[in-house]
Each structure stands twice: as structure tokens, then as C-alpha cells.
């Protein structure tokens, strides 16, 4: 398959890792951006959201005073492990798509953990 560019490749070539490696677990897929942070856990086998957490959720928004920190990274980590945990997942694989694993997608991973989710 051909892509335009190499963060679609990046991305889809991780997905496509994942699936193999552990295809019952849900995956906690993110979305970095430059002014926020986003995270959902997604049942591929279904094909549907289980929850997701954002720094634009109105119980963290009060709390940050940006978005785009390393605070507000794992404040959603927390978040999202407490809705999973809620939901009664506890194991998922971590998506991280075509960011690489340090700052603030490494924050929201250490957050998760913290908040109970095993990867």
C-alpha cells in the first residue's frame, strides 16, 4: 500500500504490529496535537470506543493551565485508566500512532499506569 507520507506509513505500520502481538487486548490509542492531548480505548474486535479522555474535558480544563504540558499528558492518563478500570478493563496495548515515546506521550503512558491500566 502506498501513503502520501511517512507519518501515515509510521502510524499504520505500528497498528499493524500491535494487532499481531496481542490481538484480544484493547488498545489505548493517542492523538497528540499542538495545543492538546487526546486518548481512547478502542475494541477492534467490536469496533467501537470503550472511553476516552482529552485535556478538553470539562472536570480536567478548570485544573490545567494548558493543554499541551507534560501535567496536563498525565492528568489524562489518570483519567483514562479511571474510565477503563470503570468499564472493567484492566490490560491494553499501548497505540502511540506516529509519535515517538518521550514528553508528553510518554507522561500520558506513565499517568495510565499509575491509574491501574497494565502495558
Do not use: W
Not at 480505548?41 to 480536567?60: E, F, K, Q, V
Not at 478500570?85 to 499501548?94: E, R
Amino acid at each position: 500500500m502506498i501513503y502520501k507520507n511517512k507519518s501515515l506509513r509510521r502510524r499504520y505500520r505500528n497498528r499493524a504490529r500491535l494487532q499481531q502481538r496481542s490481538p484480544d487486548r484493547p488498545r489505548l490509542s493517542i492523538h497528540r496535537s499542538g495545543k492538546h492531548i487526546y486518548a481512547q480505548i478502542i475494541d477492534d474486535m467490536m469496533g467501537n470506543t470503550l472511553c476516552a479522555a482529552s485535556s478538553l474535558d470539562r472536570t480536567l480544563r478548570a485544573a490545567l493551565n494548558s493543554g499541551s504540558d507534560k501535567i496536563a499528558a498525565s492528568k489524562v492518563g489518570n483519567l483514562i485508566a479511571e474510565r477503563a478500570l470503570q468499564k472493567g478493563v484492566t490490560k491494553v496495548v499501548f497505540d502511540r500512532g506516529q509519535f515517538r515515546f518521550h514528553g508528553r506521550v510518554k507522561a500520558l503512558a506513565e499517568g495510565a499506569r499509575e491509574g491501574g491500566l497494565v502495558f
